[in-house]
C-alpha cells in the first residue's frame, strides 16, 4: 500500500530551523517527484518544494527560497524538508505529497505535520 | 505567478442536487507537451487534501463518478452530479502546468 507519514513538526521561536522528515512507502522514491506543501491555519494550499528522485531538480516557492532545503535518502525511502531562519508566517501543516508518473501533481498525500513559529 | 480565481468561495447545496465550481486561471494552461495539467482536489473536515481530477477531466481511483471535470486553456469546472453528504469540505482546483505550481483559493461546499 502507497503511503507517505510526515514528522518533524513542532513549537519553534522565530529565527529558529525544524527539519521535517516523510518516509514512503508501498514505491520506489527514486521513480517519482516530490513535493512539500503547506496550509496555514484556515487557509488554502501553498506549493512548498519540488525535487525529482531521478535527477535531483529542485524548485521552491519565492516565500522560503535560501531559507529552505529540500532533500532525500534514496536508502532510506524519505524526503526532507530543512526549515532555518523561520518566520511567524512559516506556521502550518506541512504536507509531503507524491507526483503521479503519468496523471502529474499530488496523486498521493500524507496526514501532514504541524508546524508553530511562535515566541 | 499563475492565478487560479475559484467561484463561488462558499456553495450551500440540498443533498441530491448538482452543484459546479468554476477555476479560472490568469494564463493558458496548455503546457508545451500538449497536455493540460489542471487538477481538481477536495479536502474534507480534518483530513488531507485528496486528488479526485487530473489532467481537467481524468478521475482518480476510488473517486465516484458523479465528479466530473471539464474545461479547457483557463476556464475549468468540477461539476458534483448529486451532492452527497459526504461530499462536504473544501475544494481546490490546482495547475501545474507553469512553475511555481498555484492552488485556488478554495471553494467551501456545505449542506443547506
Not at chain 1, 494550499?45 to 532533500?71: C, M, N, P, Q
Not at chain 2, 482518480?60 to 458523479?66: E, H
Request: one cysteine or more; charged letters at 20%; a positive charge.
Amino acid at each position: 500500500q502507497v503511503e507517505l507519514v510526515e514528522s518533524g513538526g513542532g513549537l519553534v521561536k522565530p529565527g529558529g530551523s525544524l527539519r521535517l522528515s516523510c518516509a514512503a512507502s508501498g514505491f520506489t522514491f527514486s521513480d517519482y517527484y516530490m513535493n512539500w506543501i503547506r496550509q496555514a491555519p484556515g487557509k488554502g494550499l501553498e506549493w512548498v518544494s519540488y525535487i525529482s528522485g531521478r535527477d535531483t531538480t529542485i524548485y521552491y516557492a519565492d516565500s522560503v527560497k535560501g531559507r529552505f532545503t529540500i532533500s532525500w535518502d534514496n536508502a532510506k525511502n524519505s524526503l526532507y524538508l530543512q526549515m532555518n531562519s523561520l518566520r511567524v508566517e512559516d506556521t502550518a501543516v506541512y504536507y509531503c505529497a507524491r507526483d503521479g508518473k503519468w496523471s502529474g501533481a499530488f496523486d498521493i498525500w500524507g496526514q501532514g505535520t504541524m508546524v508553530t513559529v511562535s515566541s | 505567478d499563475v492565478v487560479m480565481t475559484q467561484s463561488p468561495l462558499s456553495l450551500p447545496v440540498t443533498l441530491g442536487q448538482p452543484a459546479s465550481i468554476s477555476c479560472r486561471s490568469s494564463q493558458s494552461l496548455v503546457h508545451s507537451d500538449g497536455n493540460t495539467y489542471l487538477n481538481w482536489f477536495q479536502q474534507r473536515p480534518g483530513q488531507s487534501p485528496r486528488r479526485l481530477i487530473y489532467k481537467i477531466s481524468n478521475r482518480d481511483s476510488g473517486v465516484p463518478d458523479r465528479f466530473s471535470g471539464s474545461g479547457s486553456g483557463t476556464d475549468f469546472t468540477l461539476k458534483i452530479s448529486r451532492v452527497e453528504a459526504e461530499d462536504v469540505g473544501v475544494y481546490y482546483c490546482m495547475q501545474g502546468t507553469h512553475w511555481p505550481r498555484t492552488f485556488g483559493q478554495g471553494t467551501k461546499v456545505e449542506i443547506k
